[in-house]
T-cell receptor, first 116, second 113 residues
């Protein structure tokens, strides 16, 4: 499809397990973002990739969280030793490099993570 | 740091009622301001934006004006429809941050027929 694709759409895991969430951005978009949406909360910024620059990891809540982006396209968010407070919807977004599009992020439908 | 504050929800209105969702922000410099909308079962999508003071963003009958003197970007619509039921997020992109956005907590709007 033409939009941002995320998988899995739903993930239930046990506390202490590792999980990987995948994001496939819109083709040609150089910027990719991960956000977290917890129940009753706004969107919390996690990490931002822009082209070949070093990622902005300033939003990652702990060293259990990491993300990589291979070949400037697909990204994987990894959460190690999951905790119940990690339960949330993890949203991926991408954006175009053109100046006119500044601020317009295209979001996927999210991956809902439930940690039991 | 930068922050966005939205009016507390949820908001419930009857069809054809007037809508205002308040949004204020804290940021250095001259941020760009946005409203995103999340319809049930769908991803967030841009509703409107304004990139400098006194600009008015508009789309689908919604409007918001960038007010630097009051650091506000309130969302308005003159006559809401049932199909406007969604969660609305106010957001800002600070100068120099590229397209990274800081979001408010979101306001759930329900419009009843």
């Amino acid at each position: 499809g033409a939009g941002v694709s995320q998988s899995p759409s739903n993930k239930v895991t046990e506390k202490g397990k590792d999980v990987e969430l995948r994001c496939d951005p819109i083709s040609g978009h150089t910027a990719l973002y991960w956000y977290r949406q917890s129940l009753g909360q706004g969107l919390e910024f996690l990490i931002y990739f822009q082209g070949n620059s070093a990622p902005d990891k300033s939003g990652l809540p702990s060293d259990r969280f990491s993300a990589e982006r291979t070949g400037g396209s697909v990204s994987t968010l990894t959460i190690q030793r999951t905790q119940q407070e990690d339960s949330a919807v993890y949203l991926c977004a991408s954006s175009s490099p053109t100046p006119q599009s500044t601020g317009e992020l295209f979001f996927g439908e999210g991956s809902r993570l439930t940690v039991l | 740091g930068d922050s966005v504050t939205q009016m507390e929800g949820p908001v419930t209105l009857s069809e054809e009622a007037f809508l205002t969702i308040n949004c204020t922000y804290t940021a250095t410099g001259y941020p760009s301001l946005f409203w995103y909308v999340q319809y049930p079962g769908e991803g967030l999508q841009l509703l409107l934006k304004a990139t400098k003071a006194d600009d008015k963003g508009s789309n689908k009958g919604f409007e918001a004006t960038y007010r630097k003197e009051t650091t506000s970007f309130h969302l308005e619509k003159g006559s809401v429809q049932v199909s406007d039921s969604a969660v609305y997020f106010c957001a800002l992109s600070a100068q120099g941050s590229g397209s990274r956005l800081t979001f408010g907590e979101g306001t759930q709007l329900t419009v009843n027929p």
